[in-house]
Each structure stands twice: as structure tokens, then as C-alpha cells.
């Protein structure tokens, strides 16, 4: 296990902001397809960006991207699978099942977090990260 790759791939994201042209950002999901990782390590980078990509919905799209773009990487390493793609489909679809009820503060978050799934969801499904049939 590597704790190296995940702070490598925190301080790659740390890179991006709302104001990043798309050229600093594509910049950042080329270099982030191309980190080998292991199957624990992607396990853990796919929890980084998902948390990042529910609580930020100006970045989301380039999450999206930058899933998408690490999803073909090992498509083409793996003779076509994906743990990035196992991962997020794990994480994404966990948000729907879960029942805890809280009140207050806790509720509006977990709206909030719903919400920011939900936004996640229809970016990754239109940069073709997630099917038609994945996503009903």
C-alpha cells in the first residue's frame, strides 16, 4: 500500500479551482490517468474524489472527467475492467440506500450530500463514465 500516491493525487487536485482554464484542468486528468496504482490505492482515490465532487458542484464536471479519463487507463491496462468504475458505482449507489435518520443540522447535510450525489451521477453519465442502464 502506497500513501505516497494518495497524497500525490490530493496535491494534483489541490491544483484545480473554480477558476482553472480547461487547459491547467485537462492538464491535471492527463497526469492523473497516467498514476499506477494499486486496487487499494484506487479504492481510496475513488472515496477522495467522490467526497470532493458531492461538496463542490462548480468541479464536478471536471471529477467527472478526470474519473472518466482514469476509467479508459485501465480499461486498456486491465483487458477491459475498471476499479475506479466498481468503486463509484459502489459509492454513488450507497447514497441511495442509506436510511439513518438524524434531525437538525445532520438532515440539511445529508440533503445536501444527496444532492451533490445525485449532481455527480448526471455528470459522470454524461461524460459517459456511467450508462443508461447503470444509471436506471
Known sequence: YNF???KNVESLLERV?????NKEMN?????????EM???NVKDVAR???ERAINDEKLCLFYADLCKAKMNTEI???????II???LTQLTEGMFYDNSTSNGTHRNEKKMRRLGNVIFLG???NVAFFTHKTIH
Open 4 to 6: 505516497a500516491i494518495i
Open 17 to 21: 479551482t473554480a477558476n482553472s482554464t
Open 27 to 35: 492538464r491535471v486528468i492527463q497526469e492523473f490517468a497516467e498514476i
Open 38 to 40: 494499486f486496487e487499494e
Open 48 to 50: 477522495v474524489i467522490y
Open 76 to 82: 486498456i491496462a486491465n483487458n477491459g475492467t475498471s
Open 85 to 87: 468504475h466498481r468503486e
Open 123 to 125: 455528470n459522470l453519465y
